[in-house]
């Protein structure tokens, strides 16, 4: 198996960065996907009254909007530079199990498919009941259909693909950098990866156990979340929300990361306050686990448990600020290029700050009574996770899309894709805050002319295709990039890390020689670096050959899946056999690092 | 089995990638139990139907948990046997603890039909619910881990399980102590304490 | 496999590992008799849960050799341990366990 050429190359890869490369792909295209969903939710709601879709369907488009983004968009879209870019910022040839890596890859497009295929089933049964699945409306009772089914089995394979990464970046970053690497000289964006992969491996069996018993009650006739025999429909919400607020975290803090590298890069100048950026992303990490009730204030869960929760709620906001802080101070009196990158990095400050903003405004009960459910909360939301983390993963595409391809994307259309975004982003969710305020619920379909609402709406359905048309621009940015694009050295920007030190792309081994690294800022010390360490052996180190037995395990979860869709035991056999199979044969695969 | 290649190289913490990737595991493994486990606590009292925890063979359970602590004793000194090289002995303790484990599960099967067989179902209460989901998982987990057990004792019958693969028998073992800790929690806070 | 130098040290022998075998044994038999002795019933929680959490921490620190290991192990675990634990406790809070019955 030492083809690098060919799609079974491709099929069998074990190498970081072509995974990285194949999760930014599949992941951008369930971007577009997530984003098609928007576009026509925000057609339905651009007048009042509207008959673009109908309402079963509206429901099941914001739900496979707020899934899709969340778990096929934004998490692989950060694991795609948390693949290529970690073991090159820490100095490694890979990560730490590279056939897992793989494994966690092939998992997410399996899930990603199963989850989508609802789409394309008679009367496209997709998942209907919100993106957080609240019960009872899931049980068998409410939706009788295969639309929950397709939504918690899809999200339970997911999940394998993140456990799975998780546990592999957390022993990567901490067993595998390079002499002299320590982990306060780590890069930011590497450290809150760490973080973000702590989060993983503690938060997914909470929603794992939440999405089990919601399919003992479908399928097996418990009543977990039924009140007909004394069960509570809330231990859902709980149970959900003890994984979907560090969720929240995990999906912002890689963006943040890339903002503290690209910030110093485009500022001529080191991160302000490294240190206290870093404890800051940990502390962050540690009190996301305290404030999930925040998500339930208008449950009745009495007022200690809402007092407690709106106090954890807002403590939160101050390591954040701090970070926001840092990165002002980052920039200030710093020598500034302008790149598109920054663009993106300094928009993510600004769009973020509003969101978080708006979350302190949720932070409080009584206020948060009339936000609740409302418009608000989707502004809210979408400044933080588009503001922040879309905007945050568009700063990185331009910074390292260098290092990955080996040509920059095209400044000019950089900045015009920035600036329609810029807008548009704005125009679609600013008047949110008021839609919300002014009483218009979420997740309705279409609202009474009366509510006065519809001006609104229309400005941010015209927001929404602007939007559109930045990603529009992007495409052909990138589509013109790949013939035309300025070639990139190893290093176009000048940057301090070590990704900047090794070719654009990278050989396959990514580093001749491991460097020993003496600073945080290895690039900018070039004398840091020392020179090849005694007895360092020269010469194209091996990789790895690659392995089909993570793509076959991978291929057992979604035959499992089918078995409670299909009502059918011996696909389930099936499935097993091949899950089992596969991992066998990966066990007893001769297999160097 | 293929031998640990990440242990090869040199590493930054000096610890084995592996087992610190097992550590990892085992932590998030106990969230996993602790959702359970909550859900059983939360639930404790609520239904409105019997039979009741007053079902629980408490003299039958604590045989069952006698047996998981042997294992635990069976598969150390299993361990032990790998780590100087004794095959004979290795393929003895291997064995054993996956014997012990096999009892377990027979008890637990045991267990499981009479309770069905008195009236309590996954359907019938909260109780019925809660706990046989969580030591059904519980189970679930143990009996890959007499799979994981047998594998490697076949691995020892072909002569395959030497001192080089000290590593892989010791995280089966971090994995088969695991499930045992958990079943101490689960022992105390479903049977004891009611 | 090169044996990693920070990682081990010194094995527990047999001995070991029986008389832990032993205690453990000895606290089964406690906690079952504190089940069925009725003059325990008032302090019967707190004295099982700390009777397990004996056994578990025996179990983990010998068996499992976290004792001997890397401290490094021993916060990959104990972290999350805390945490559910932690969670455990909130949870059975918002679902009323810890409220005085009148």
Redesign the interface.
């Known amino acids: 198996m030492s083809a690098t050429k060919g799609w079974r190359s491709w099929l069998t890869t074990t190498d970081h960065k072509r995974i990285g490369l194949l999760y930014f792909w599949t992941a951008f295209v369930f971007f577009l996907i997530g984003g098609l969903e928007a576009l026509i939710i925000r057609a339905q709601l651009a007048r009042p009254g509207n008959t673009v879709v109908s309402a079963e369907t509206f429901n099941q488009l914001f739900t496979m909007h707020g899934t899709t983004m969340v778990f096929l968009a934004l998490m692989p879209l950060s694991a795609a530079f948390f693949n290529y870019i970690v073991p090159l910022q820490i100095g490694a040839r890979d990560v730490a199990f590279p056939r897992l890596n793989a494994f966690s890859y092939w998992v997410f497009v399996l899930g990603g498919l199963l989850l989508n295929a609802s789409w394309l089933l008679p009367h496209h049964p997709a998942p209907d009941a919100g993106w957080f699945g609240y019960a009872n409306l899931t049980s068998r009772e409410f939706s009788p259909g295969p639309n929950i089914d397709f939504w918690l089995l899809g999200l339970q394979i997911l999940g394998v693909a993140s456990l799975a990464a998780g546990f592999n970046f957390i022993v990567t970053i901490l067993n595998l950098r390079a002499p002299g690497m320590k982990m306060m000289r780590l890069p930011v964006f590497s450290w809150m990866t760490l973080v973000t992969s702590f989060l993983i491996i503690t938060a997914f069996p909470v929603i794992t156990v939440a999405l089990v018993l919601l399919m003992f009650d479908r399928f097996f006739g418990t009543h977990f979340y039924l009140t007909s025999a004394g069960g509570d429909p809330v231990l859902w919400q709980h149970l959900f929300w003890i994984f979907g607020h560090p969720e929240v975290y995990i999906l912002i803090l890689p963006a943040m990361g890339i903002v503290s590298e690209v910030l110093p890069t485009f500022a001529r100048k080191p991160l302000f306050g490294y240190t206290v950026v870093v404890y800051s992303g940990v502390l962050i990490g540690f009190m996301g686990w305290g404030v999930w009730s925040h998500h339930m204030f208008s449950v009745g869960l009495g007022p200690i448990a809402d007092s407690v929760f709106s106090a954890t709620t807002m403590l939160i906001a101050v390591p954040t600020g701090v970070k926001i802080f840092n990165w002002l101070a980052t920039l200030w009196g710093g020598q500034i290029r302008a790149t598109s990158a920054l663009h993106f990095a300094v928009g993510f400050i600004a769009l973020f700050t509003i969101g978080g903003l708006s979350g302190v405004m949720h932070a409080s009960p009584p206020a948060d009574l009339q936000q609740t459910d409302t418009y608000f909360v989707v502004a809210h939301i979408h400044y933080v996770l588009f503001g922040g983390t879309v905007f945050g993963l568009f700063a990185g595409m331009y910074y390292w899309w260098p290092k990955m391809t080996g040509r920059l994307l095209g400044e000019r259309l950089g900045k015009l894709h920035f600036w329609l975004m810029f807008v548009g982003m704005n125009l679609a969710f600013f008047p949110m805050h008021f839609i919300g305020l002014l009483g218009m619920p979420r997740r309705i379909y279409t609202y009474a002319p009366e509510l006065g609402v519809a001006k609104l709406n229309l400005v941010s359905t015209v927001g929404a295709f602007l939007i559109g048309a930045s990603i529009l621009v992007f495409l052909i940015n990138v589509w013109r990039t790949r013939k035309r694009g300025k070639v990139a050295g190893n290093d176009p920007w000048g940057g301090a890390t070590l990704e900047w030190t090794i070719p654009s792309p990278p050989p396959p081994h990514n580093f001749d020689v491991i460097p020993t690294v003496a600073s945080r800022l290895p690039r900018w010390s070039m004398t840091q670096l020392t020179a090849i360490p005694e007895g360092a052996e020269l010469g194209k180190p091996h990789a790895p050959a690659g392995s089909w037995w993570p793509l076959v395990a991978a291929c057992g979860l979604p035959v499992l899946a089918l078995a409670p869709l299909t009502h059918t035991l011996w696909v389930a056999f099936l499935g097993a056999a091949i899950l089992i199979t596969g991992i066998y044969r990966w066990a007893f695969e001769p297999f160097e690092v | 089995m293929a031998p640990a290649a990440a242990a090869a190289h040199h590493t930054s913490l000096g610890l084995d990638s592996r087992k610190m990737a097992f550590w990892a595991f085992i932590g998030s493994e106990c969230l996993l139990f602790a959702s359970l486990i909550s859900t059983y606590l939360i639930y404790k009292g609520r239904s409105l139907v019997g039979p009741y925890p007053d079902i629980l063979n408490i003299p039958f359970t604590s045989i069952s948990t006698f047996d998981l602590l042997m294992s635990s004793l069976m598969m150390v000194l299993a361990l032990a046997a790998v780590q100087r090289g004794d095959l004979k002995w290795a393929k003895v303790w291997l064995f054993l603890t996956a014997l012990l484990g096999m009892f377990f599960l027979a008890g637990q099967v045991y267990e499981f039909t009479s309770f069905v067989h008195e009236g309590l179902t996954l359907q019938r209460n909260l109780f019925g619910a809660t706990f046989f989901v969580l030591t059904g998982t519980h189970g679930a987990h143990v009996t890959v881990g007499v799979i994981w057990l047998l594998t490697l004792w076949s691995r020892a019958l072909r002569g395959k399980l030497g001192k080089a693969n000290a590593l892989t028998v010791e995280i089966c073992g971090l994995y088969w102590h695991f499930v045992d800790v958990v079943w101490i929690v689960i022992f105390t806070v479903v049977y004891l304490i009611q | ?2 044996e ?4 081990e040290h010194a ?1 527990p022998t ?1 001995g070991v ?2 008389r ?2 032993a205690v ?2 000895i606290l ?1 038999v406690i ?2 008799g ?3 002795v009725p003059a325990f019933h008032p302090v ?2 707190p004295t ?2 700390i ?2 959490a004996v ?2 921490t025996l ?2 620190m ?4 976290l004792k001997m290991d ?1 401290r ?2 021993t916060f ?2 104990g ?3 805390l ?6 406790m909130g ?5 009323g ?1 810890f409220v005085l019955k009148r």
């Open positions: 496999m090169r990693s130098p920070a990682g094995h047999a590992y029986l832990v075998a453990l044994v089964t906690e079952v504190v089940f069925y019967l929680v099982l849960l009777l397990s056994k578990f179990v983990v010998f068996y499992m050799h890397s490094f192990f990959l675990f972290g999350p341990l945490l559910a634990m932690v969670m455990t949870l059975m809070f918002l679902f366990a």
